[in-house]
């Protein structure tokens, strides 16, 4: 265990170092001259000259990453050159905003995929099982926007039963806010839903065909009382991992749903920071999406080491 | 591999035949529409109408037409071009390229492997959203782009795979044969190895180009697909998104087609997959 945790905290630097790295290169070095960017075209060459050493452009490129990685670590994180705010207000205030929509959908997806998985596993081979497992297989291969976009016909447009969208009136009460955003959460969740519950699923079948749970059987307990005291801990747990890789398409998806929804946060942020070429709103967006991306994705491989004991031991015998 | 240990009735379960059926069938219907579409539209998809916009669905235009009056229906047609000229280039790629590399890694093992292992876990860790907003918002949109940044995100997946098969493999006696015979390490990778991990590599073949779809059509709707203009089914989406309440049909129509082409593509990789492995 320990070596594991040492091996995944030594990564986690490398990991970082590559985001800075494709970070800086995208944003520093491909677009070509950012001086005549910020100008625009009717600037005179010596305007943008002047500029070009003001901004320190004409420095080397390895002077200009250590530099822009040292502001990015002490926080000065400068201006949006779209929006003229500070950067570090609007990056940490659209990251919050996100994560609430984040955690509802992940608080909506974890008891509907287990409950799935474990129905779908404990009737394996019935009709059931195969209506649950295809229709998952189906939802988690659509595309998020996509879903969305049936959801928002059918339950904003047609039925009227939520707002089109996401953000609500300022200063709304959070039950709300969180009523604005159900259909977005909704279309994260039916992404995601298919594939925990495979999981969840898988272990639940090995968990229920296992000597100790037909013995429990013969022993005269009832499927139920069977289900409860041997299969529940012995197939949720696997899961974990599945969340971790999960929560990883939860953030991913929300560019797409922040775009369809009209909410914004931290996803929505970044593309139009990207497609407008508010460069240090972009830098910032992505670096704070990759620290956060990184940093679940650590959680969820330490979560799933401690809860499963068999992990543990295998780690220790190795 | 496993073949004692799986019971056979897997691979010849109805179930699986019905859904490789129908996967199929949609599969190779948006295949044969990417190609003959201009023969199958029944109007021009750039052809606009001012005097019919927002047509509801109906005898003039089955799908009914969007805000400049194109018909819905023959966009959503020609829409199966360009995400089939992204995602199919983009998983030959990635395949090419996570197969080689992940052989490489399995068959040498020792530094090689653990400094290449390092690698692929720093990148499969970055969000590959991120990437490719960053890259093809920056760096123009084109379809060369597009088909590197989605291939480049799934080589670490596919390397994983494959070498995760390598390893196996390599310690069977008839690489050891051939390593006393004295060939050389490509050969081993290439007429030892790869013929017995092919099964892995298919199966990652069918998984990615599914993934692949859902990745172009993801940043179409993003925005960052082609160049505009083209009747891209994500870029439809998002264009007509504003008309929502006014004309669903116009969001209904590509949503759908993107939904039955991965829909069709995830079936197919499914039952492949179930019957790989169980052979």
């Known amino acids: 265990m320990r070596r594991f945790l040492l091996r995944r905290l030594a990564a986690t630097p490398l990991t970082l170092l590559a985001v800075s790295v494709l970070v800086f290169t995208a944003t520093e070095l491909i677009p070509g001259d950012v001086a005549r960017t910020i100008l625009g075209r009717e600037a005179s060459d010596a305007t943008v000259a002047r500029l070009r050493i003001q901004l320190g452009l004409d420095r080397p490129v390895a002077t200009r990453y250590a530099d822009w990685l040292e502001g990015f670590v002490t926080g000065r994180w400068g201006d949006s050159t779209l929006l003229r705010v500070p950067v570090r207000d609007l990056v940490l205030t659209r990251l919050g905003d996100s994560l609430l929509l984040g955690a509802l959908a992940f608080v909506l997806l974890v008891p509907v995929a287990l409950t799935l998985g474990l129905v779908a596993g404990v009737n394996h081979d019935h009709p059931v099982d195969r209506i649950l497992s295809v229709s998952g297989l189906t939802l988690g291969a659509i595309p998020e926007f996509v879903t969305g976009v049936i959801l928002l016909v059918v339950f904003a447009v047609k039925l009227r039963w939520f707002p089109a969208s996401a953000q609500a009136p300022e200063g709304a009460a959070l039950a709300t806010r969180l009523g604005h955003l159900l259909l977005p959460a909704l279309s994260l969740v039916l992404l995601c839903t298919g594939y925990v519950a495979r999981h969840v699923r898988a272990s639940t079948v090995a968990a229920v065909e296992s000597p100790y749970a037909r013995a429990t059987e013969l022993r005269g307990f009832t499927r139920g009382q069977m289900v409860r005291r041997h299969v529940l801990r012995n197939s949720t747990i696997p899961a974990t991992s599945a969340l971790g890789v999960q929560l990883q398409f939860l953030l991913g998806g929300l560019v797409a749903v922040e775009l369809l929804f009209n909410y914004p946060g931290i996803g929505a942020l970044l593309l139009q920071s990207a497609t407008e070429k508010d460069l240090p709103t972009l830098q910032a967006s992505a670096m704070v999406l990759g620290v956060l991306y990184m940093l679940i994705v650590l959680a969820a491989d330490v979560a799933y080491r401690l809860l499963d004991p068999r992990i543990r031991l295998g780690a220790v015998a190795s | ?279």
Do not use: C
């Open chain 2, 1 to 279: 591999m496993n073949a004692v240990t799986l019971p056979v009735r897997h691979a010849t379960r109805p179930r699986f035949r019905v859904a490789l059926g129908v996967g199929v069938v949609i599969v190779v219907f948006w295949a044969v529409v990417a190609v003959l579409w201009p023969h199958l539209a029944p109007y021009d998809p750039e052809l606009q109408d001012p005097l019919h916009r927002f047509v509801p669905p109906g005898a003039g235009h089955l799908l009914g037409t969007d805000q400049f009056g194109r018909d819905t229906l023959s966009r959503m047609l020609a829409g199966a071009r360009p995400v089939l000229q992204v995602a199919p280039p983009a998983t030959a790629l990635a395949v090419i390229a996570g197969t080689l590399v992940g052989l490489i890694a399995g068959t040498h093992g020792g530094l090689v492997d653990e400094i290449v292992m390092r690698v692929l876990d720093a990148v499969v860790v970055f969000p590959a959203i991120i990437a490719a907003v960053l890259l093809v918002a920056l760096s123009g949109r084109s379809v060369t782009i597009l088909v590197l940044v989605i291939a480049g995100s799934f080589v670490p997946i596919v390397a994983r795979s494959v070498r995760a098969a390598t390893l196996v493999e390599r310690e069977k006696a008839y690489v050891e044969a051939a390593r006393l015979r004295g060939e050389p390490s490509w050969s081993l990778m290439l007429r030892e190895i790869l013929p017995n991990v092919v099964t892995t590599v298919l199966v990652e073949a069918t998984s990615r180009f599914g993934d692949a779809i859902f990745a172009a059509a993801t940043l179409s709707f993003l925005g960052l697909g082609q160049p505009p203009g083209s009747p891209d089914w994500g870029a439809s989406v998002s264009d007509n998104r504003l008309w929502l309440q006014l004309a669903p049909w116009t969001v209904l129509a590509p949503a759908l087609a993107i939904a039955s082409l991965v829909v069709g593509m995830a079936l197919v990789a499914d039952s492949l997959r179930g019957r790989w492995e169980a052979s």
